[in-house]
């Protein structure tokens, strides 16, 4: 995931940080996964709806918080992975230390408007398919116990 050259500010496991502009000084939006439910979406509701440059993330292992364009509740009948409806989306994988991605790199700058995470068993295996070689803008993540998670495609 290409991230900002700068280093990000480090974070406790479990949270995610939405910055507004381009440096970590920006305004942000702090987020921790103990205070959602995993496998629902949630909607932004700041300042940081449609609004997100940087994020930098500290997630456990075998977490991955899916961020999407749009507010969608999910087709009925479909898991919480089936990203019909949901626009562009980038998968914040869980390392166990603060990593960071600039959104503009991965065409989700300003466009961050929802979000959910679940756990996933990462010993099953995850292929990340890109749309063109060298390229980040526009990938799919597709998690071997589960639906496609991401679909990055640009607008």
């Known amino acids: 995931m290409p991230a900002p050259s700068a280093p990000a500010p480090q974070l406790s496991s479990g949270s995610v940080a939405l ?3 381009d440096n970590w000084s920006s305004q942000r939006f702090d987020l921790s996964t103990g205070d959602f439910v995993p496998n629902q979406r949630q909607r932004l509701q700041s300042f940081t709806f449609d609004q997100a440059t940087f994020v930098a993330f500290n997630l ?3 977490t991955v918080m899916s961020l999407m364009d749009n507010v969608t509740s999910g087709p009925a009948g479909k898991t919480v992975a089936d990203l019909s409806g949901c626009g562009r989306c980038v998968d914040l994988v869980g390392t166990g230390k603060t990593e960071a991605v600039d959104l503009r790199a991965v065409n989700m700058n300003d466009c961050v408007s929802s979000f959910f995470w679940p756990e996933v068993d990462l010993n099953l295996g ?3 398919l890109f ?3 060298g390229s980040f803008a526009s990938s799919t993540t597709v998690n071997i116990d589960s639906t496609p998670l991401s679909n990055t495609k640009a607008a």
């Open 131 to 133: 749309d063109d070689a």
């Open 60 to 62: 456990p292992v075998g």
């Open 126 to 128: 995850a292929i990340e």
């Open 19 to 21: 910055f507004r502009d």
